[in-house]
């Protein structure tokens, strides 16, 4: 029997090699338009967790007609988490993305299509069969699609059985963004797409140190995510509604990474204290985040742990969690698997704190400077 050898110059190890995925930043603001009606229809998500605060939030919800506020609830699904694929699918939209054009696209995008993209995007199946099936209006294999996610997403059947049994709704939906752009959004649209324009041409403009996944990590202020197998794009979309927070998302193969931009995009006030500045300090004045952050210096917490050390809600500690995360000195490692019962885990960045402490010295100073002058 004769064996035979590969020459050890012919094979290479590739398995830990960084994974090269090409890295797009949009920098329109059609999908803040987006954002924007997510966020404020979203009633999952506290308007406190958000720069903008709930009176802002509370002045857009007035704005909307009330018929449009019904087709909004209608269109957007269970939590409003229908827009983020919409805002997924525009992705796909010829570039440039200025918002005319992909909302007109979006009117153009055939009736399967968009309920192909709905059903798997909701259901995070991957059985095209079925989900063709249902695209075809089939309301067995709409349940089927569902399963377990019927009970974590009340909402989602009679949603997806819309999708499937509802006779333009690429219109219905390009329509509806339309209205809200002009009716609702027109206010804030000239500052946020000037700023979001800025923080992506700065994006741009940033030497690339590192790999997609330490990219993430940089733009999202410390978000530990390892990117799946299968992702072949990944997609920066700077955004001011975020702010502070960072949504990581995606669907058939594209990572979406929304980010809050900087304070030096916005604020045109040369005094003025950067807001993450302020969120740092106000974040370390309370004694419970202290403990939170002291903890996780010395090792991973999860939410839970975190919740049995200070003997509180664990809502009450998750708002404590999401300051300290929103003002940047949390890391947060996502599992490659929470729908398994596995759990996020939190440690400190402790460059933030030495970068604070060196912000905080040099706008000191800089005021003392001109005061004195």
């Not at 857009?60 to 609830?73: F, G, N, R, V, Y």
């Not at 805002?87 to 440039?96: R, V």
């Not at 294999?141 to 974590?152: C, F, I, N, P, Q």
């Not at 330490?214 to 390892?226: A, K, L, P, Q, W």
Request: glycine share 8%; aromatic share 6%.
């Amino acid at each position: 029997m004769t064996e035979k050898t590969i020459p050890s110059e012919r094979v290479r190890d590739l398995t830990s090699a960084p994974r090269r995925i090409p890295i797009e930043i949009e920098g329109t603001v059609t999908f803040e338009v987006v954002l924007t009606l997510w966020s404020i229809f979203n009633p999952k998500e506290s308007s406190g967790a958000f720069d903008l605060g709930p009176e802002w939030r509370n002045e857009m919800i007035s704005l909307t007609p009330e018929d449009l506020a019904a087709e909004i609830e209608l269109l957007g699904g269970p939590h409003a988490y229908a827009w983020l694929g919409i805002s997924c699918l525009l992705l796909s939209a010829p570039h440039p993305h200025d918002p005319d054009r992909v909302l007109d696209w979006l009117e153009t995008v055939g009736e399967k299509r968009l309920r192909r993209w709905l059903l798997g995007y909701s259901s995070h199946e991957e059985d095209q069969a079925l989900i063709e099936e249902a695209a075809d209006g089939d309301v067995e294999a709409t349940l089927r699609l569902v399963g377990e996610w019927a009970e974590k997403k009340p909402g989602l059947v009679e949603f997806l059985e819309m999708v499937v049994t509802t006779e333009g709704l690429p219109r219905r939906y390009a329509a509806l963004l339309k209205r809200f752009r002009s009716e609702v959004f027109s206010g804030l649209e000239e500052v946020h797409a000037g700023a979001i324009s800025r923080a992506a041409a700065a994006r741009r403009a940033t030497p690339v140190r590192g790999d997609a996944k330490e990219i993430v990590e940089e733009v999202t202020s410390g978000i530990d995510f390892e990117i799946p197998l299968g992702i072949t794009r990944v997609v920066l979309v700077p955004s001011v509604v975020t702010r502070p927070l960072s949504l990581i998302d995606g669907h058939r193969g594209t990572l979406v990474v929304y980010y809050g931009i900087a304070d030096e995009f916005i604020n045109s006030d040369p005094e003025a204290p950067p807001s993450w500045l302020v969120r740092t300090y106000k974040a370390l004045s309370d004694d419970k985040r202290l403990r939170i952050l002291r903890r996780v210096s010395e090792g991973g917490a999860t939410l839970d742990e975190l919740t049995e050390m200070l003997g509180m809600a664990k809502s009450t500690v998750h708002h404590h969690v999401s300051l300290l995360r929103g003002a940047g000195l949390l890391r947060v490692h996502l599992p490659d698997d929470e729908s398994k019962g596995k759990q996020r885990h939190y440690t400190l960045r402790e460059a933030s704190l030495g970068d604070a402490a060196g912000f905080l010295d040099s706008y000191l100073r800089n005021e003392n400077e001109e005061t004195d002058g």
